[in-house]
């Protein structure tokens, strides 16, 4: 007979709070699904509202910075907050901005006084690095100095007492979230020590797949999870043979309604990993993740029941890139609610009628990873993106009334100034068919293959690092490249123009809601 085990889902802060956690979802719907106990806690949207809502509890009115913004700030906080749930506030870039600086001057007040650096997007300590390891343990060892910690000592301590897990288990993603993960876990090592950790997600995976890994959590965490969770815990509980068939993600236990959106955005998965993976300095590739699609029926089947239990105003699809044929799925299925997510530069979207079909689906805002505005660069990266293509794409979604959120990395070995002048050139001619950008600086993966052809240097001295810094080939650094966008490319006006429209903070998942309030 099946032992019956009851485990805690943990999705610890910082990250953007404007979506439940598809990650502890999925885990929850497969675990239940096996007959096993399970619970879920979104400390990451409660330990922020904690801080808006009760900001005092971590530094006396007196300690409060004496100017009018902080003032300000203070006061109307409750009413910023209540803002980004409000539909109005996306119709006007300028009071949303306003609503989100008024946010996270409070928390950056609260951080400052533990030595931190708290906003609505992110989580930095001016002490610990979440990429060194004796750093994480000491945030462990003293979680009484984690600005969370009235929050999360009071709260982990109600779920343990309340549910007895067996296991808590932690989904860490981002370096945001590290420390504070590493504080939760000291308090409940404290407060329930038969309790074991499980520690498991994206940046853990990345961790656990450097060609060098060494645990160093031994004594803090019981279990370190490689790749899909499901797959871990089927094996952890002996569940049945059909344990890793794709289950529906469980959002019950979340409140939909809490996160900062004009309504509930729905996270969906319809594959892991990318059908793509032949970038140069590719993650999937370099980590040799394999692709797994969801299946037309599942992916249909999950997308009604969850439509109709959690009522949401946008699908947002998470995949690393969504294929031709899942593009062509919603188009004859459509789901009924507007979506967006990310895709390749792909010969379909430079059709204007696969494009108006795309919209008629519910379609409202694409990602698109252009990288380049040189030719000879998109080939060295292995993007298979041509920007003849690319260029009738984005005048064919425009025309649709499709919202394209372009994706530009400056500083690839492959690039110098004269190429990203080149891309500055393509981005100005086609500023017309662009509605944001995302301007990134690239980051060497430390274990690629091609991080062995350059002279690399650490970015900070930290055993977990997962990028490094490198003498470009062509003597287009780092420092070079940030000159070159801030001096040059950012301050073109018709550039300009277009990253004033980008939300502030949370970037691409507000997007799509400025998107859907434009007349």
Partial sequence: MQKTHSMLLIHPPVVRPCEAPAGIAALAGFLR???????????????????????????????????????????????????LSSWETYSRIDNYGEAIRSLNRVLEVQGGQTSSRISLTNYENANLFPIRSADLIHAAENPQKNPFYP????????????????????????????????????????????????????????WLRRPDWQNPFG?????????????????LFHLNGDSCTRITPDYHDFSLNDYLAPGFILPYSASRGCYWR????????????????????????????????THPILIHFLDNAMT??????????????????????????????????????????????????DQGVLDNLEKNIHLDEASWSLQALRQAGIGTYV?????????????????????????????????????LPLFSDEAKKYKTFPFYDG???????????????????????????????????????????FTSNHAPLFMLRQP
């Fill in 33 to 83: 699904h096996h007959g096993q106990i399970c619970y879920t806690a979104d400390l990451n949207l409660e330990g922020l509202h904690h801080l808006i809502e009760h900001p005092l509890q971590a530094n006396g009115s007196e300690n409060l910075p004496d100017d009018s913004w902080t003032r300000r700030s203070f006061r109307n906080r409750l009413t910023a907050w209540s803002r």
């Fill in 151 to 206: 929050f999360f000592s009071r709260r982990l301590s109600e779920l343990v007492e309340a549910h007895n897990p067996d296991i808590a288990g932690f989904s860490v993603n981002y370096l945001s979230q590290v420390l504070c993960t590493f504080a939760m876990i000291g308090h409940i090592r404290r407060c329930s020590p038969e309790t074991r950790i499980v520690l498991g997600g994206g940046l853990i995976t990345s």
């Fill in 219 to 235: 004594d803090w965490v019981d279990h370190l999870v490689c790749g899909p969770g499901e797959e871990y815990l089927a094996q």
């Fill in 278 to 309: 032949r970038c140069t300095f590719c993650p999937e590739k370099a980590e040799k993740s394999v692709y797994h699609p969801t299946t037309p029926e599942i992916l249909l089947k999950d997308l009604g029941k969850l439509v109709t239990d």
């Fill in 324 to 373: 031709p044929a899942l593009l062509r799925l919603l188009i004859t299925h459509p789901p009924g609610v507007p979506w967006y997510g990310f895709v390749r530069f792909t010969p379909e979207l430079h059709d204007p009628d696969f494009c108006i079909a795309l919209k008629k689906s519910g379609c409202t805002m694409l990602k698109l990873g252009l990288e380049s505005g």
């Fill in 407 to 443: 994706y530009l990395l400056f500083g690839t070995p492959a690039e110098d100034q004269a190429s990203a002048e080149k891309t500055q050139d393509f981005v100005v001619s086609h500023a017309p068919w662009i509605n944001f950008l995302n301007v990134a600086i690239f980051n």
């Fill in 463 to 505: 055993d977990l690092s997962l990028y490094t810094q490198f003498h470009h080939p062509r003597g287009w650094n780092r420092g070079k490249v940030r000159q070159f966008l801030d001096k040059q490319f950012k301050r073109h006006p018709a550039i300009t123009s277009i990253l004033h429209r980008d939300p502030p903070a």
